[in-house]
């Protein structure tokens, strides 16, 4: 009897600490839950919610093909105007400059006419890749901006469904964008450079460097040469007059008639019947030469596109040898895709505005941390190149990693109104809580 009520009151015991324990464990646990829902509007990273979201299942949940509200299609619809806008402003800013660089070409002789156009396309599909996440930031900073302008934002927060609508759009604008963005840099970019190439060697083949103008004075840039014909006759130029340049040396030659033509890939100008005039102006100290028939070569129209990184295919540059100018390569065709994710994040910050301020106020902030995070990546591919031991290991990675704290920071002051030394203060002072 005795040995059965100590056996009795040490299972009580043990009862006890159990049931202790389990309560302890439930009060923590019921902590911890109150902790993270009191500070899930303060600390996004305490948020189970933000948790949730960033786990594959929660995107996909997220990103469920259901059909769309009134809502998300006006602000979608708001966007895709802006979007266009943006693209078209770009669109003209780079085809006139380009269109003004190829008149130029062609007002020196080194391009035909007829390529224009063929370069034009090329060269503008070019540059509207790596051009397009800056359109996306600013496209939705202009539709978002209006949102707060217009204090509709406020509406949309009474609602209840601000976050839902907002995660949804985020992944609706940056999945698409993203594998668009992936493809085109990674498979048509070195296409289109390819391409852009042979096209230049196409137009040096078929201009003419001026023999068949005759009464102008004609300049060539490349090779610092001015080239005077008096006239043609039977289709052969007559009485040249070419004058080059090399550092401090000058060289004056004519020639009684002359052609040009390719062969083998190399386009050459032939003289006959001339003299050449060469030496240092001031010094009087001239070479004189003269020659029944001379040769010179003016441009090698077959190049060798292997030792153009830009130009090599994925699989290529996978398996090159030369590895630092091959990741090099492989990194800057990333920037693209992972910076549209990025910008696509300033965005919905930088939208923040006040109500009845202009939607175009934080437009040079935007413009100033695109110019920032890609000289950046710019700077790093570069440092990549020439094998730095830090760059290489690192890559480009931190740079957007570097963008993405820039752009929780900027949040951060912009939900907690941090405007002054005092302001940052007393949030660091309240945060550590």
Known sequence: MKNNSKYTKNKEKWLDIYKSCKLKLYQFKNKIISIIANNQDKNPILSLNTFKKLTIRGIFNSIKFRKLTILDKYILKTF???????VLVLLLVVAGRLFIRLLEYVVEGRFDIDMIFSLLFLSISKSMILLIPFAL??????SL???????EIYVLKSSGNYRSIFTKLFYIIALPSFLIIFTLNIFASPYLITEIQKKKIEAATSSEIGLKTPGKFIQMKDKNWIIFVEKIEDNVSKRIFIKSSDSSKIS???AEEGD???ENGIRRLVLKNGQRYTGTPGTGNFQVMKYDEHEVKLTNTKQDFSSNYR???ISNLIYDDNRAYSNAEIQWRLFAPIS??????FAFVLSDIAPRQNKYSNLLLAIIVYFIYSNLAIISVNEIQKNSIIFSFIGTWWVHMLAIIACYLIYLVKKFQIKSYSNLKFFIKNYKR
């Open 252 to 254: 004056i030659e004519t």
């Open 340 to 345: 549209a994710i990025v910008l696509i994040l």
């Open 311 to 313: 130009m090599k295919s």
């Open 80 to 86: 895709l105007l802006s979007f266009s806008s943006v």
């Open 137 to 142: 930031m600013i496209g939705l900073i202009l």
């Open 145 to 151: 901006s209006k949102l707060y302008r217009d204090g």
């Open 260 to 262: 040009e033509f390719v």
